[in-house]
């Protein structure tokens, strides 16, 4: 199951993020990038936005993955994702990932770019699988 799950994130690349901080939860629609094994998802956000501000006090989040756009309105699968999310270094790390959003996903280029860019990563800490409304999977990673 737990490969199921991990392909579901390397297969899509949409999640609604879930912060939350002293104003109470945030939720931001999102496009993501994934680690080549899924257990670390990758997203880029501007230093002065709410999300990013949440972190810094909580880095604690919740991501919702799902396939509606295969799945046709029948068996729509949702993957919820808990990690704890941390600003990748500015050095080389930081900028691979930019290129690799700006040419993955060439809609957020321009963001990539700005100077004030940041790129997070998610380290994926349990999963929950929703299969239809009523078949659930829950899995804890190390």
Known sequence: ??????ALIREHNLAVLAT???EGPHASLMTY???????????????????????????RVSLLIDDRDQAGGQGIRALTVEG???VVDEGGQAQVLK??????????A???????CR??????????????????????LG
């Not at 199951?1 to 991990?6: A, G, P, Q, R, S």
């Not at 321009?110 to 004030?116: K, R």
């Open 1 to 6: 199951m737990l490969d199921e799950m991990l």
């Open 20 to 22: 939350s901080g002293p």
């Open 33 to 59: 990038l994934s680690a080549e094994q899924g257990g670390v998802i990758y997203l880029i956000t501007l230093a002065g936005t709410s999300k990013f501000a949440n972190l810094g006090s909580e880095p």
């Open 84 to 86: 704890e999310a941390e």
């Open 99 to 108: 290129d690799r959003f700006a040419a993955e996903l060439p809609h957020l």
């Open 119 to 140: 790129v997070l990563a998610i380290r994926v800490r349990s999963l929950l699988l929703l299969d239809g409304p009523t078949q659930a999977t829950y899995l804890e």
């Open 110 to 116: 321009d963001l990539a770019q700005d100077p004030e």
